[in-house]
């Protein structure tokens, strides 16, 4: 099957008073139609720096994005500013974390829904306004007919994020960006986002790519994982492969680190040293070698080269970006990280 | 939001009440006497007691608190010297002790010139400051930014009676482009009006513009990087729409608050404005009946600017529920 | 059991906005009547969603705010309605610890002063000397006691918090109330933090209130839950019973809400989905707070609040709680 996306080598950089940022670095992977790619990494790993980059939002700032961006084969990076805008929000839409925040204040649920409807659309504004109360109806709003004219504060917190939905699926987009999504809202709530979600993806054969901090929702939504540290790609797989048979040092800290409702709650969590990067100041070679507790059995090759993204082993879909040899790592993974998992 | 408007009328009724406690306090604490200036060159110590007793100089502060406000509400009667006596039905400010004139006529006189300036000035402002200030956010480090804001910033550090002074003699004495600025009546002389407040409207609109457009600026851009906007992008939505339904319409309240407040203070006297080119309106009337020290005109004109700055207040505040869904709907 | 804390009808109501000239204020019910009691050296969890209540009921009882009604009983002494100043030598014992490590810490002080500040404020000069202590307490939370001189904006996020932690821990408290602590830490961050502060109430023997919206970090640290929704207390137990045999609705809720990690689990568990949001404070459901929401509900729910009674080893405050 062909790939819907395909990004190939995208990095992203800013120049600040302290140089150039690198906030992505040589990023590839690839989306199926329908399918879910979920991006994970803490702060400042560079996925939502990767989400804006898709959108071609960075177009017109100071940041220099290079690389491939191949929707359906055209290039998101090499296309003006003025055909890419004709694609957002139509072909590609986004829905962000704080729904209270990415909603204007003081336009109503309703006209910014059918805003987005009417500027890809040649419809009347009566028109845009019925397909806003059809949207809000779809996405689970109660009486969509009376909300359409409500204001976003409003709604509640879930149902901001209903609307925010509604409003990016409004004309029926190829690809669904969801930027930490359900991260503002409480567990039942997220859990009705999730589903909903999943649902539209069905219905609407969309694509969606999720940024999240929260292995949990990831498990629960994505077909593949990509792992980012420090602005690159440290692990590429499928949820089973990632999740079950993680490769990568900082995989197996971050999968023994959360808390979970299984297993001893007696036994300390196994955290991860040290704190995440800045990206002002990476460290050399591997990026997370100060945090890693294998560096012993690498040697100076972890601070002094970048190891490379390789297959786990030949023809293997799993990618991990780690110096460790494959038996070394198979090993520590089945001695010491899977009995804690 | 109804409860709230009256609430606001109230506190504005009280707001007032003080106002003119505290000028008719100040005034009779001053060591100046009215009935001594009111009495011209022919004075004799007889006269100034008849005067005094004329304009009720002679009873005590609350009495004659007591019977400006009753005047107000309900108009008074003066015992007029030696002729009958004078009604002066309500709104009744009293009458000046220079003219003899109504202060209310005075101010009914002398509104429409300064109310000229105000508007005239204030369109041309708004329209020169939002969008050099709009332009200067969307170009934002460019020299077009530098260029506009360096002007606004030197602008904004110049006065009145320097600009509008400089530009007199440019405009009106060297080139006779201009006449003298004054005032005719915008129904009758439409033409006469326009280019008599020229100069008063571009020297206010000058140095206003200068402090809205950085306003505009300083607000465009905090609104730029908001999260709607980023969504407004995200929607695809067309530069134009970007900037003007969504940043724009986020950064408009402190603009309009402000300009709100201004607008109420101008409308209640121009005062240098008036003072520089001469024109007969509230500032003008206000700073001469301040050096004459005639009493009612100054109660009248402070009051009455305090009524429109209380008016302004009002306004805005109903205009931020209008502008502001949130305070709408609390 | 010796208790340290016991709190009796807590309840807390915040005036709201006046819709009218003559109308009365809305009322925000942020915490309604709850009672609990926390053993010497126990550590409970107080979970639930936002605008249950928690976080209000943590500054309550650490007196930051005056309660509306109810009896809090701290070490034997009440505190319900102490002025600051009878406050004071009181809070040597019972500290707080806040959500938000960049908020809560005075930006121009350096890390020593902040860390001493219990110190000052108690008028008490520790054994040895004050920086001495500070340098022992940094240690303690595992920062280099060598950067007592420097400033909050030099550290990252999760040392900060460390630091809120050293400043709670400096006059030895019997309880520490922790606000959520680590929901504003990156994930790898907040193992390490939660590990630190179940370390500290093991070694010192400290009482804990550990506020949190997260089931699974609760679960990690805390022995007994106390579960909240809506401002009163649904169900409390402890820890292995509420976990594996929740009996109020709304826990059972609430934990099969959480995101499995395990993709082999997900299908396996049981799913119930709540429909709608957490109604609004001012304006409670009358009867049993959760029956807007609950699939359970019946006409009883509507007129009678359920009791808070022993079901088993629970407390559960339900009129038809699970087996």
Not at chain 3, 171 to 188: C, T
Request: proline fraction near 6%.
């Amino acid at each position: 099957m062909s790939n819907f996306l395909e990004v190939k080598d995208l990095s992203v950089s800013f120049p600040t008073e302290d140089g150039l940022v690198k906030a992505v670095d040589n990023l590839s992977f690839s989306l199926e139609k329908g399918k879910t790619l979920g991006i994970v990494g803490e702060s400042g790993s560079g996925k939502s720096v990767t989400s804006l980059a898709i959108l071609g939002l960075h177009k017109g700032s100071t940041a220099e994005v290079t690389g491939e961006i191949l929707i359906n084969g055209q290039d998101i990076n090499s296309m003006p500013e003025n055909e890419v805008r004709l694609l957002r929000g139509n072909l590609m839409s986004m829905i962000f974390q704080d729904a209270l925040a990415a909603l204007h204040p003081y336009y109503t649920v309703g006209n910014q829904i059918a805003e987005a409807y009417l500027v890809h659309n040649k419809v009347s504004k009566k028109v845009a306004k019925e397909r806003a109360i059809e949207m809000l109806d779809r996405v689970g709003i109660p009486e969509p007919k009376k909300r359409v004219d409500d204001f976003p504060h409003q709604f509640s917190g879930g149902m901001r994020q209903r609307a925010m939905i509604a409003m990016a699926l409004s004309c029926n987009p190829s690809l669904l960006i969801a930027d930490e999504p359900t991260t503002a809202l409480d567990v039942t709530v997220q859990a009705q986002i999730i589903d909903l979600l999943r649902d539209l993806q069905k219905e609407f054969n969309t694509s969606i790519i999720l940024i999240t901090h929260d292995l949990g929702v990831v498990a629960e939504t994505a077909d593949d994982i990509l792992l980012m540290y420090a602005g690159k790609e440290i692990e590429y797989g499928t949820v089973r492969d990632v999740l079950q048979k993680p490769q990568h040092p900082y995989g197996w800290g971050l999968l023994t680190s959360i808390p979970r409702l299984t297993g001893d709650p007696n036994k300390n969590l196994l955290a991860i040293a040290g704190t995440p990067p800045s990206l002002i100041s990476v460290p050399s070679g591997c990026a997370f070698h100060p945090r890693c507790s294998y560096v012993t059995q690498v040697g100076s090759a972890c601070s002094s080269a970048i190891p490379e993204l390789l297959p786990i082993h030949s023809g293997a879909h799993h990618l991990v970006r780690c110096h460790l040899e494959s038996s070394v790592r198979e090993d520590i993974f089945r001695t010491q990280v899977e009995p804690s998992l | 939001m109804f409860s709230y408007l009256i609430r606001r009328v109230v506190s504005g009724v009280v707001v007032l009440g003080i106002v003119s406690a505290i000028v008719f306090g100040i005034f009779f604490i001053l060591p100046a006497d009215p009935a001594r200036l009111s009495c011209g060159k022919t004075c004799s110590e007889e006269l100034i007691v008849k005067i005094r007793h004329t304009l009720e100089l002679d009873q005590t502060l609350p009495v004659q608190y007591g019977r400006f406000i009753k005047g107000i509400f309900v108009g008074r009667t003066y015992l007029g010297g030696t002729e009958a006596e004078l009604n002066c039905s309500a709104p009744c400010l009293g009458y000046s002790f220079q003219t003899d004139q109504p202060v209310t006529a005075l101010l009914k006189d002398r509104l429409p010139a300064t109310a000229s300036i105000a508007f005239g000035a204030s369109i041309l402002w708004l329209l020169i400051g939002l969008s050099s200030g709009i332009v200067s956010a969307l170009r934002r480090g460019t020299w077009v930014d530098k260029m506009s804001q360096g002007v606004a910033l030197g602008a904004a550090s110049l006065q009145i009676y320097f600009v509008g002074l400089v530009l007199q003699f440019i405009f009106v004495n060297k080139l006779a482009w201009l006449p003298t600025p004054g005032y005719s009546s915008p129904f009758q002389y439409p033409l006469d009006w326009a280019k008599q407040m020229a100069l008063p409207w571009i020297t206010l609109a000058f140095l206003l513009s200068a402090i809205y457009s950085r306003l505009t600026r300083a607000g465009m851009i905090e609104i730029m990087g908001e999260d709607y906007v980023r969504t407004a992008r995200a929607k695809g939505l067309s530069n134009r729409t970007i900037n003007l339904k969504h940043t724009l319409r986020g950064a408009i309240t402190p603009i309009v608050t402000v300009f709100g407040l201004d607008l109420g203070g101008l409308l209640g006297g121009a005062v240098i404005t008036e003072y520089v080119f001469n024109i007969p309106g509230l500032g003008k009337l206000s700073t001469d009946a301040v050096s004459n020290l005639d009493l009612p005109v100054i109660i009248g004109t402070v009051m009455f600017s305090a009524f429109f700055i209380i008016i302004a207040n009002i306004l805005v505040d109903l205009l931020y529920a209008v502008l502001d869904p949130k305070v709408r709907i609390q | 059991m010796t208790s340290i804390l016991k709190v009796e009808g807590l309840t807390k109501h915040f005036p709201g906005n006046k819709h009218s000239l003559l109308g009365k204020r809305d009322v925000v019910q942020a915490v309604d009547g709850i009672s609990f009691e926390v053993a010497k050296g126990e550590a409970i969890g107080l979970v639930g969603e936002s605008g249950c209540g928690k976080s209000t009921t943590g500054r309550l009882i650490t007196r930051l705010l005056e309660p509306t009604s109810g009896k809090i009983e701290f070490n034997g002494i009440d505190i319900s309605h102490l002025s600051n100043s009878q406050m004071r030598p009181i809070r040597e014992d019972l500290q707080i610890i806040f959500q938000d490590p960049y908020a809560s810490l005075n930006p121009r002080h350096t890390v020593g002063t902040i860390v001493a500040s219990p110190f000052r404020i108690g008028g008490v000069t520790p054994e040895g000397g004050v920086k001495k202590r500070v340098q022992e307490l940094l240690e303690i939370v595992g920062l280099n006691p060598e950067h007592y001189n420097r400033y909050p904006h030099e550290f990252s996020g999760g040392q900060r918090q460390r630091i809120g932690i050293a400043r709670a821990l400096a006059l030895r408290p019997k309880l520490i109330v922790a606000d959520e602590p680590v929901s504003a830490l990156d994930v790898s961050i907040q193992a390490q933090v939660i590990n630190l502060l179940k370390d500290l109430q093991k070694q010192f023997d400290i009482a804990f209130i550990f506020i949190a919206h997260d089931l699974a970090v609760v679960r990690h640290f805390a022995q007994r839950v106390a579960v909240m929704y809506l401002g009163n207390i649904v169900e409390i137990a402890d820890r292995d019973t509420l976990y594996s045999n929740p009996k109020h609705p709304y826990t059972k809720a609430l934990l099969s809400a959480v995101p499995e990690v395990d993709p082999d689990a997900i299908g396996s568990r049981e799913r119930i989905r709540l429909t709608g949001d957490v109604p609004n404070p001012i304006n409670p459901p009358s009867g049993c707070r959760f029956r807007t929401r609950c699939w359970k509900a019946q006409d009883i729910c509507a007129t009678n609040p359920p009791e808070l009674l022993h079901i088993g080893s629970s407390q559960v405050a339900c009129h038809f709680p699970e087996q």
